[in-house]
């Protein structure tokens, strides 16, 4: 018993700076929600002009995500995670002092880049370590690092605002000053795992991959404008295709990839694992944005009572999200994802306007649970198949999955709701986030197989 309360243990020296670094980046994007106005009301720009600091941050992270992954798995890990703190404090600084608002607008793409580094980084720290120790790395930790994202995205609204009513519109660049200090000072007691050895007289360009980096991100930034472009058009899915089918021809030929096209053939279920990240993610913002919205228009809930009703959504992600963290059994874990969400989507058809509103807690409770469950389910599965020499390119390669899905259901609410917000449109939300449920069932079947094949069901 000792011995496993023992493998059990987290240790809090070293995971503290990296899960400081990993809320950096939905910390910054929340905060700016509370802080937006009286931005852009000091620089005399419009609210539509004063989102591109929002996008930006978005699509830089998007595509920076798996290129930072890719830098700590060929240079040191701890290096790129500095590198990563180094950045976010220099667009603060700009930030801060920024004398336009064009420098704002550099300050969060470089935040995108800094904020960029934390998550790959540290899920490559993480199981460095412990494959040091010779042992898997505890599901705890993996929850920790999972719930501690979501921490702070229901910090960064409430802080944003505080923060501006103290300091400012500056208050929400000068935070992260601090918070990367204090981050840079505690990542001492992290050790510099050695970057591994590499016997190919390879260049620094064909170790990274440049042309396939290039070819990624000009393939991700089609496709996002795609994803957000209301008419449609044969021109940019044409161009979004062939840019994808070159980037798959391309990456086959490389010795060192950036994207290792063959896993996915090799590895069927990694692909899986992105498309069930892909999936979650679109379900669970898809709830995230329409719930408020339905409960303020339909119900005529003040917005600021609306707030704290959302907030037992977040406190049971987390609480459940640790302790479905404990669950050994990947399968189980994914399966359990399912059900909760599956129970979500039917108490989601009940809403209608003349509906309890204990009801509607009820449903935001059981969403709750959804999304703390199928966020450590995703990451513990994708823990497993990515390759021990590429977790850094695979975990921002997730992530970028993430926002994909984020993107994609945030596009599809503005054509469901140009019209205004009903009972039937927000019922024909919930068809399309059973038809993820659907899918989330169907990609269970590898994942059972596998667990079967291995005895760990």
């Not at 419009?46 to 830098?71: C, D």
């Not at 200090?181 to 016997?199: E, G, K, T």
């Not at 309890?356 to 059981?366: A, E, P, Q, S």
Request: glycine letters at 8%.
């Amino acid at each position: 018993m000792s011995e496993k309360v023992k493998k059990e243990k987290i240790d809090y020296p070293f995971m503290l700076p990296l899960v400081l670094g990993t809320m950096m980046n939905p910390l910054n994007s929340t905060m700016m929600a509370t802080s937006l106005v009286a931005l852009c009301g000091a620089f005399k720009v419009t609210a539509g002009e004063g989102a591109i600091l929002i996008t930006s941050l978005y699509i830089t992270s998007a595509v920076a995500q798996p290129l930072m992954g890719r830098l700590a798995d060929i240079f040191s890990a701890k290096k790129i995670n500095t590198l990563g703190f180094l950045l976010a404090l220099a667009a603060a600084l700009i930030g801060v002092f920024a004398p336009a608002f064009g420098w704002l607008v550099v300050s969060r793409v470089l935040l995108g880049l800094g904020t960029s580094a934390a998550y790959p980084s540290a899920m490559a720290l993480i199981n460095k370590k412990y494959e040091a120790e010779q042992r898997p790395v505890p599901g705890p930790v993996l929850g920790m690092v999972v719930l501690s994202s979501q921490l702070s995205m229901i910090l960064g609204p409430v802080l944003g605002g505080l923060l501006t009513e103290v300091m400012g519109w500056k208050g929400v660049f000068f935070i992260n000053i601090p918070w990367v200090l204090i981050a840079l000072y505690l990542s001492r007691a992290i050790p510099d795992f050695p970057a591994p050895v590499n016997n190919k007289k390879e260049s620094l360009i064909r170790r990274l991959d440049l042309a396939g980096i290039a070819l990624f991100t000009a393939f991700l930034l089609s496709l996002l404008f795609l994803l957000t472009h209301r008419d449609f058009s044969w021109e940019w899915i044409s161009a979004v295709s062939g840019l994808l089918l070159l980037l798959i021809l391309w990456e086959r030929r490389q010795e060192s990839p950036f994207i290792d096209v063959r896993l996915f053939v090799s590895n069927p279920v990694l692909s899986l694992v992105y498309l069930r990240t892909l999936a979650v993610t679109y379900m669970l913002y898809m709830i995230l944005y329409s719930l408020p919205q339905w409960i303020e228009t339909v119900k005529h809930i003040k917005p600021g009572d609306t707030g704290l009703m959302m907030i037992p959504n977040s406190v049971m992600s987390i609480i459940f999200g640790l302790l479905i963290s404990k669950l050994r059994s990947v399968f189980r874990q994914n399966l359990l994802g399912v059900v909760v969400m599956a129970a979500a989507c039917a108490g989601l058809y009940f809403l209608n306007e003349g509906v309890n509103l204990f009801f509607v807690l009820g449903v935001i409770l059981v969403n709750g649970i959804g999304e703390g469950v199928n966020m450590v389910a995703n990451q513990a599965l994708l823990n497993k198949e990515a390759p021990a020499n590429q977790k850094g390119v695979s975990f921002g390669l997730g992530r970028t999955f993430g926002y994909l899905g984020a993107i994609v259901s945030s596009s599809q609410l503005k054509v469901l709701f140009h019209n205004g917000i009903d009972d039937h449109n927000f019922h024909q939300i919930t068809n399309y986030i059973i038809y993820s449920v659907i899918v989330l069932a169907l990609l269970l079947i590898p994942v059972w197989r596998m667990g079967k094949k291995e005895g760990a069901l």
